[in-house]
């Protein structure tokens, strides 16, 4: 058994080798496990792909194809105000084109153990959703007198999620300088330090005030607590990983969110690849179509090899290529070939579409092989 | 207080709206508001609106009063003996025109048995719901409605006589129908439309049963032996037009045969059907190729010297001739003057359409299809009476479009042709399914319209029993004679060198961006590049500045345009296209110079 396992260490994949070894039975004759390593040998040949065969093109057609059977829908949550999620053509295109703003970013928030079975799970919910002071305020008013911005605050709300007014005022201070911030009647009233205010500057300052962050987490706009199986799980819209991820109740290895930028910033650019293969077959997937793995993979390997997501757009993948016709080819020819005789450079013709362009064999398949001849000396 | 809008402006305050909006009404119906005002009143937003703008779209109904309409026996029998008209009924306010938004006060009954003591207006008939077309179409009221909206389409493109006058007419691109019959299962629309002066279709025996797979995906089969009897016959009517035109400098076109030192002449043979006066005889058969009207015009430019010269020589041939894939016979020749007074020649052409393998068909229900295969007489099914149908339609085309009424009207029309009586298919008042089922086994048949049929080729019985029955067949204006199309040499463009475009032009058939890919995709890549070379040019190319050379055949020289003689040149082979790219390089100012190195 081992000698025969040495002997295909170079042939086979060591995967492979230990899969056989598992699953072989014991005392099986050398002759027999021989057949078996022929056999597996065989079929790991055939399953390759020949040199030649162009794989890009082929995952193109075979994820394109379906695509225009998918729908242009935007599926809402019942119930939920503005939680709606992009899915279908318009979703696989947001994270094909590698967008950093999404349309509808989410996050999918999996819990540890007791809370992953309900412990809390509405205090949590409310403690990772953002609320701004204008959540929790019933008015803003200008007093035009001394200039002073009077904020009323909402008490049931704020004791719903467990704001305090000293809470509020810590953090208006904390986030606008140059202010001094009062309790005052159940409200806040909120002054500048500086003695020649304008109204207008107290105008801009209420609008700022109105974004002050108060608690939760940034960026988390609507949060949704869900039973999916046996476990209990947060929905939200808007994503911020890296600070959900700081929470000490959240599963961080089940965690995702939609925004494949904040994968590749918090968990890296391995992470940001698997994360596109899954977000496109999960679009896929809903709509009932059947794409191989291998061919997402592909793409995803296209637009994170680099190390730094690119998306495939004029600005992401195709700048990347060598060929001054084929970038010209698609889109912007003008600004590709002006730029490419600025800089005098040179087309090797090494692709397919600069060869359909002057008509010559393509490097593919049947016009890849050529005559190797000995020189004589 | 309801506020009251006038044409959507505001007028003024009404204290009770309802009573304000009936007082309105009756005056309307009186005759003192004109019959194209309209009164709504929208209990939500209590305001009274009173539209005369042009451009509403208003449909006429019954008044109901006190739960009675107010269209008496009295009318309608003064209606018989033309002592009213139906403008009378309008001033009388029996009928009065409801817009969109009045319609929404109203409460309409359907039929009249249906009034109620709230009913404010009774239709009067359900069938004005419908369009013209959509009226023709027979049970309308068992078919989807997309089946009717596209039986209709189907309707206004059938071939018929669409024109009593057709023969002393000019038209472009017309058919007539040569046995156009009136249909067995009609609507009151056929009467009101006195169908039977213009019909569009036949009545025809179909069987709904699969034959060798040659009628799926909606084709049918034909009976050859009905089509030698005239199934489906038309004429395509095409004329030629050909104008005098008159020149600057007192020059103008002449209609005449084209001499021999005419620039552009074609062949005698061409010109052999003209007549004296360059126009073609009547009743000539003629082909693709074939001049129709001789006809000369005067030299392009007069300018050029040698033009001066040989002045009266160099006229244009201008014949208008039959274009490639077209023939037919003359049929009529007019010849007339224009509004400016110059000579116009008219030549109408005709072709007799036999149906053919590829002609489209439908029934009046959407049920559109093409002729997949004619069948000869002797090897179609027939059933135990020896009936042989003219067509056989697909089932699969049934279920997934509910037209119901497309399977009524078969028996409907096997009962109307074996009693021998129309059969009234009024869409909502139609002669009832039970009552035609009733009559078909009373006149010795199953009572749901299936037969016994039997293999025409082995005479063996069907298994199952199959549907069939008579109905009326259009045949639409989409005949393959007018549209086949296939190409191997033939025209090219001047500018990029590559196949025309479209049949008319005898252009090539596009190998576009994705069908390269599957190319690509096969790694057929020699195939590719043969596909491609459609443009394929020889071009010489300096090896100093790799810009293309010149190569003048007459002194049998090479040279390069930036470097002079004496450089090496060599050529290569490239797509036409690429050549005026590397041209619109040079327009940009851009230097696309090619480096050349041996392939071997």
Not at chain 2, 183 to 195: A, R
Not at chain 2, 238 to 247: K, V, W
Not at chain 2, 356 to 385: N, W, Y
């Amino acid at each position: 058994m081992e000698t025969i396992a040495k002997e295909y260490a170079d042939k086979l994949p060591k995967k492979l080798i230990d899969e056989i070894n598992e699953h072989l039975p014991k005392g099986a004759s050398q002759a027999k496990i021989r057949k078996v390593f022929e056999a597996v040998q065989k079929e790991y040949e055939s399953a390759k792909i020949s040199p030649g065969e162009c794989v890009g093109l082929i995952a193109a057609e075979s994820i394109g194809e379906p695509g225009t059977q998918m729908t242009l829908n935007t599926f809402h949550f019942a119930g939920v105000a503005e939680m709606n999620v992009t899915v279908g053509l318009p979703r696989i295109i947001e994270i094909l084109d590698g967008r950093k703003e999404l349309k509808n970013s989410m996050m999918e928030i999996y819990l540890k153990k007791p809370y992953s079975e309900g412990k809390n799970l509405k205090e949590l919910a409310l403690q990772i959703k953002e609320t701004t002071l204008s959540h929790i305020a019933t008015e803003f008013t200008i007093n035009i007198a001394d200039l002073t911005i009077e904020v009323g605050l909402d008490k049931q709300k704020m004791k719903d999620l467990g704001i305090t007014p000293a809470m509020v005022i810590a953090s208006i201070t904390k986030q606008v300088k140059g202010f001094n911030v009062k309790e005052k009647d159940g409200g806040i009233s909120v002054k500048t330090k500086s003695k020649d205010e304008s109204l207008n500057e107290a105008y801009k300052a209420k609008e700022r005030l109105k974004d002050i962050h108060v608690k939760g987490i940034l960026g988390i706009r609507q949060v949704l607590p869900l039973k999916r199986g046996d476990e209990y799980l947060i929905i939200t819209a808007g994503s911020n990983l890296g600070d959900v991820l700081q929470l000490e109740q959240v599963d961080a290895h089940r965690t995702t969110t939609s925004d494949i930028y904040e994968i590749q910033n918090v968990l890296g650019i391995e992470a940001a690849r698997q994360a596109i293969i899954n977000e496109v077959a999960k679009v896929i997937d809903s709509q009932g179509l059947n794409v191989d793995i291998r061919h997402i993979m592909l793409v995803a390997d296209g637009m994170t090899v680099s190390g730094e997501m690119r998306g495939i757009t004029r600005y992401g993948v195709v700048s990347e290529k060598s060929s001054v016709l084929a970038r010209a080819s698609f889109e912007t020819p003008i600004k590709h070939l002006i730029n490419a005789a600025l800089t005098g450079e040179v087309d090797r013709l090494t692709s397919v579409v600069e060869n359909v362009m002057i008509n010559q064999p393509v490097p593919i398949g049947t016009g890849l092989p050529g005559l190797v001849s000995k020189q004589k000396k | 207080m309801a506020e009251v809008y006038l044409n959507s402006k505001f007028v003024g305050y009404a204290d009770d709206p309802r009573e304000y909006v009936r007082k309105l009404r009756e005056t309307r119906r009186a005759g003192a508001l004109g019959q194209s005002v309209s009164v709504a009143y929208d209990p939500r937003a209590d305001r009274v609106e009173v539209e005369a703008a042009r451009g509403r779209a208003q449909r006429p109904l019954i008044v109901v009063k006190d739960g009675k309409p107010l269209l008496a026996e009295r009318h309608i029998r003064q209606l018989e003996k033309n002592e009213i008209s139906w403008s009378d009924l309008v001033k009388e306010g029996v009928v009065e025109y409801l817009d969109a938004a009045e319609e929404e006060n109203a409460t309409v009954a359907f039929f009249e048995n249906e009034v109620a003591a709230e009913t404010t207006h009774l239709e009067i008939m359900p069938l004005d719901i419908l369009g013209y077309c959509t009226s023709l179409v027979p049970y309308g009221n068992f078919n989807q409605s997309t089946r009717l909206n596209a039986g209709s389409k189907n309707q206004k493109q059938a071939l018929g006589l669409y024109a009593a006058n057709y023969a002393v007419r000019m038209d472009m691109d017309v058919n007539v129908m040569h046995h156009a019959q009136k249909p067995i299962v009609e609507t009151i629309m056929h009467d009101i439309c006195n169908y039977d002066s213009h019909p569009a279709g036949q009545n025809v025996v179909i069987a709904i049963m699969s034959y060798k797979g040659y009628n799926m995906e909606d084709s049918i089969i034909l009976n050859g032996g009905s089509i030698q009897r005239g199934f489906g016959r038309s004429t395509y009517y095409r004329p030629a037009i050909a104008e005098e035109l008159r020149y600057s400098g007192g020059l103008m076109d002449e209609v005449c045969i084209p001499d021999k030192e005419v620039k552009g002449y074609k062949s005698e043979k061409d010109y052999r059907y003209l007549e004296e006066d360059g126009i073609i005889s009547q009743e000539a058969k003629v082909k693709e190729g074939d001049v129709i009207i001789g006809k000369t015009s005067p030299p392009r430019f007069l300018s050029s010297m040698e033009d001066y010269n040989l002045a009266t020589s160099t006229r244009r041939e201008s014949s208008i001739g039959l274009k490639h894939g077209e023939e037919g016979i003359v049929d009529f020749v007019l010849i007339t003057e224009n509004e400016e007074g110059n000579k116009l020649v008219q030549v109408r052409l005709r072709d007799q359409r036999i149906p053919e393998i590829g002609d489209k068909f439908t029934s009046r229900h959407g049920q559109k299809g093409v002729a997949g295969l004619i069948v000869p007489q002797a090897d179609m099914p027939f059933s135990a009476s020896g009936i042989v149908p003219d067509i056989i339609f697909s089932p699969h085309g049934i279920p997934s479009r509910m037209t119901i009424a497309h399977l009524i009207e078969m028996l409907g029309g096997k009962v109307g042709s074996l009693s021998g009586r129309y059969i009234n298919g009024t869409t909502f008042d139609a002669e009832p399914e039970e009552k035609l089922r009733k009559e078909l086994q009373s006149l010795g048949f199953r009572e749901n319209g299936v037969e016994t049929m039997y293999n025409g080729q082995t005479g063996e019985e069907y298994q199952a029993k199959i549907y069939i029955g008579n109905m009326y067949y259009l045949k639409l204006k989409h005949m393959v004679a007018n549209k086949i199309h296939s190409r191997a040499r033939g025209p090219i463009q001047l500018l990029t060198r590559q196949p025309t475009e479209g049949r008319a032009k005898e252009g090539g058939l596009r190998l576009g961006e994705m069908e390269k890919d599957t190319f690509i995709a096969h790694g057929a890549s020699l195939l590719l590049k043969e596909r491609f070379d459609s443009d394929k040019t020889v071009v010489p190319v300096c090896e100093g500045c790799g810009i293309i050379a010149i190569k003048d055949d007459h002194k049998n020289r090479t040279y390069c345009p930036v470097c002079g003689d004496g450089v090496e040149v060599n050529f290569i082979e490239v797509s036409y296209a690429f050549k005026l790219m590397l041209d619109e390089f040079k327009s940009l100012g851009l230097y696309p110079k090619l480096e050349l190195t041996s392939k071997y």
